[in-house]
């Protein structure tokens, strides 16, 4: 017989979703780059013993769903569970022990409570640089991941309570700003101790095996209420495709992201064999990447919320090849490994649509805008500031969709306009929304945005690992397409286009960059959309006249 009461089991979730969004805090009060503290590149989660999330803050998808993968990867081949004690924290960025990307490290910590291991804390931070080719370690023409920067090992950082200072000394020595990564990892570590101290608080309340019990129980609600929306959903199967521009290696050549998704009572199967093969350059993802935009759509598609965490994945089974671009086999170079998820993401919204069209808007803008700004001061000194820009959302079957708007696989922030002045020597001189970039329909995209920096340093270099301009992010039952993105430099007064991917280009100071990017699609036919929604367009100035 359960000991436990549902009215218990649901404090106990709250209270564990409570310290999740307590270690958010923690890291937004105390971390020092502005990627963590001003665009919001992080996640905090609770885990189970066993390495099954539990409940998570409300940030990045891509992170929390895939912080479980890795957790139990770590587990089950890569540390040893019977030496991992509850002073030791162990970190990795390493793509290949079950992670992402080599600028996102991830720290966790086990909880113990009389002795025994009950849960585990975690954090997970995109740090500004982690060496490599390109300053932010997102250099676009890699062709191993041994270019991209340094890869750290499962390795314990802090053990039995103390630093680790060789493991330390060799992470800083490798990073272009060790200050700021320095700052943002004892960010990390202090966040985990505040989620470490709420549980061991919560299970002197109720009991270790009370915790283990409800912990097993939270699962099984959500997965549950998971089977339950998928049971709504009508059987068949539903294929959908979508592509990258190129790998920014072999340029020109698109990659195929497609999609063949089978609901079959309570459970779904994803088919991703017909993606394209790994790519030469870095747009490739791990599994754990990719499953995290998998559970993501699914999620998205029910007709009711619950609790977010590891049970909601069991009915969902993904099948991806090794050696596809959303299973890169090592030593294939993952950096922009965002892009490739976005565009899966997008390639499971046009899946969806088919099972559920009144649920599912048309393509967001479905790529990460990342570009790197290294200046370079007359005395040598260096700063390096890393931008994530974002676009518009897709127009949905009730409403337009939102501009610039962070969707789908982000849910960044934007960094201040005065944050940037004021730390790095850039002027912005043009943010805003851009007309005419949104696709048409019924119901129209949401725009994209347009940014424009100043290089005030006497040298800067430049890094763009961007997608999009050539495939444009798609509309739904008639509605068109949207804007592509675009990239130009500006220089003596003369504009010249910068592709969407490249690698430290030369600035001087004057010179001026500035980016355009897509919108979202539009949905239904644009001969339906009402005459006042289109006057109003005009008046705010969402669309030209000749438009």
Request: hydrophobic share 40%; with cysteine.
């Amino acid at each position: 017989m359960p000991s436990l009461g549902p009215i218990e089991i649901e404090v106990i979730r709250n209270a564990l979703t409570a310290a999740a969004a307590e270690m958010d805090a923690t890291v937004w009060r105390t971390s020092r780059s502005t990627i963590v503290r001003e665009l919001l590149d992080y996640s905090t989660a609770v885990f189970d013993a066993d390495g099954n999330n539990l409940a998570q803050s409300a940030r990045i998808p891509s992170h929390l769903n895939s912080m479980s993968h890795l957790l139990r990867e770590l587990l089950e081949r890569h540390v040893d569970p019977a030496r991992w004690g509850p002073e030791d924290v162990v970190v990795t960025n390493d793509p290949y022990c079950g992670g992402q990307h080599l600028p996102d490290i991830v720290a966790f910590k086990p909880v113990f409570h009389d002795g025994e291991r009950l849960a585990f804390v975690g954090t997970l931070c995109h740090h500004i640089d982690v060496g490599g080719l390109a300053a932010g370690s997102y250099a676009a023409k890699a062709i191993e991941i041994f270019q991209e920067g340094l890869r750290i090992p499962p390795v314990k950082l802090i053990e039995d309570g103390r630093r680790n200072e060789g493991v330390w000394a060799m992470i800083l020595q490798n990073v272009r700003k060790p200050d700021l990564l320095a700052g943002d990892l004892q960010s990390q570590i202090a966040s985990l101790e505040v989620g470490a101290a709420a549980l061991r608080r919560l299970a002197g309340r109720y009991g270790a095996a009370e915790m283990v019990e409800a912990g097993a129980r939270i699962l099984d609600m959500s997965e549950a209420a998971m089977r339950s929306a998928i049971s709504r959903m009508p059987d068949g199967t539903y294929e959908f495709e979508d592509f990258l521009d190129d790998d920014g290696v072999d340029l020109g050549e698109p990659i195929r992201l497609h999609v063949a998704l089978t609901v079959a009572g309570d459970a779904i199967a994803v088919d991703l064999s017909g993606c394209s093969p790994q790519a030469r350059g870095p747009v490739n993802a791990t599994l754990a990447s990719s499953n995290a935009a998998v559970m993501f759509a699914v999620m998205c598609a029910c007709d009711e919320p619950f609790a977010p965490n590891a049970g909601c994945y069991r009915p969902i089974r993904t099948v991806a090849p090794e050696g596809t671009v959303v299973n890169a086999r090592h030593p294939a170079p993952v950096a922009h490994r965002i892009a490739a998820t976005h565009r899966l993401l997008n390639a499971m919204f046009g899946a969806l649509h088919q099972a559920v069209p009144d649920r599912i808007p048309a393509a967001y803008y479905g790529n990460s805008y990342v570009c790197t700004f290294q200046t370079v001061a007359e005395d040598g000194r260096r700063d390096v500031l890393v931008e994530i820009e974002i676009g518009g959302s897709g127009g949905h079957p009730a409403k337009d969709g939102v501009n610039a708007f962070a969707s789908g696989m982000h849910n960044n922030s934007n960094i201040p306009v005065e944050m940037i002045e004021s730390q790095t020597p850039l002027t912005i001189t043009r943010y805003g929304l851009l007309p005419d970039s949104a696709g048409a329909g019924r119901h129209r995209g949401g725009l994209g945005l347009v940014r424009e920096w100043r290089v005030d340093s006497p040298e800067c270099f430049f890094t763009a690992n961007m997608d999009r301009f050539v495939h444009a992010p798609y509309g739904l039952a008639g509605g068109l397409p949207a804007a592509v993105g675009r990239l130009v430099l500006v220089r003596d007064g003369q504009e010249s286009g910068l592709p969407s991917k490249a690698d430290n280009v030369p600035l001087r100071k004057g010179d001026r960059v500035r980016l355009e990017t897509s919108g979202g699609g539009g949905f239904g036919d644009p001969a339906m959309r009402a005459a006042e929604a289109v006057e109003r367009d005009l008046a705010l100035g969402y669309v030209t006249r000749g438009r």
